[in-house]
């Protein structure tokens, strides 16, 4: 089954610093990659995805993602992180189980923004 | 018309009571889901419908109960809920088993805020 890890429960850094959130996914294929951001008592929000149409996704917000497959893996970033950045992030690839409909979540990583 | 719409928006809930989530929308999606997150938790996957049938079962226990009555709307039925169940209710709609290409992600509602009490 396809899944995916979080590395880091809590990230923090400082307004302007790079942002930087791990993603590490297990699939025998060439998955399907999201990144989601869930703000406090909200829905979840698409960032971006990943399709194999293009390794280097960039998506809203000023985020952006790199799928590379020799690490498996599928890394968030920001050049300079906003105080609006401080979030619930979540890693999601969509498996082929379920006829292709099933969406798994990784653990997710709570962005914390100083000023 | 990017959006999922769920009602409603918080639910209080006595163990004996039957209530209804419901779920809308309006983007041809074939594909419906419904997740439960605890706090500080990722969503957990519960079901999922294919073209108005119920193609998973995450083992979930029978007192949720799913329904999709057509294409633009999922209800889940709740029943002898437990105080454990208190959550937020996510439902989900996509594109089914990515036949356009590209078009693979799942839109999401704002959430059911669920208290049993």
């Known amino acids: 089954a396809q899944s995916v890890t979080q590395l880091g429960s809590h990230v923090s850094v400082s307004e302007g610093a790079l942002v930087l959130l791990r993603c590490n996914y297990s699939s025998s294929v060439p998955p399907y990659l999201f990144w989601y951001v869930q703000y406090p008592n909200q829905g979840l929000q698409l960032l971006l995805k990943y399709t194999s149409a293009a390794t280097l996704v960039k998506g809203i917000n000023g985020f952006e993602a790199e799928f590379k497959k020799s690490e498996t893996s599928f890394h968030l970033t920001k050049p300079s992180a906003h105080m609006s950045d401080a979030a619930e992030y979540f890693c999601?690839?969509?498996?082929?189980?379920?006829?292709?409909?099933?969406?798994?979540f990784g653990t997710g990583t709570q962005l914390k923004v100083e000023l | 018309d990017t959006e999922v719409t769920q009602t409603p928006k918080h639910l209080v809930m006595g163990m004996t009571n039957k209530k209804s989530l419901k779920c809308e929308q309006h983007m041809g999606h074939r594909a419906m889901y419904w997740y439960k997150q605890k706090a500080k938790k990722p969503p957990e996957l519960m079901f999922v419908y294919s073209y108005e049938k119920l193609s998973i079962n995450e083992s979930v226990p029978s007192r949720f109960s799913p329904e999709c009555p057509n294409s633009s709307l999922l209800n889940l039925h709740l029943h002898a809920l437990q105080p454990e169940d208190s959550a937020l209710y996510l439902c989900?709609?996509?594109?089914?088993?990515?036949?356009?290409?590209?078009?693979?992600?799942?839109?999401f509602g704002q959430g059911t805020r669920l208290t049993v009490v």
């Open positions: 989900a709609s996509s594109q089914d088993r990515v036949r356009v290409q590209g078009r693979t992600e799942a839109f």
């Open positions: 999601a690839v969509r498996g082929d189980t379920g006829g292709g409909n099933k969406l798994t």
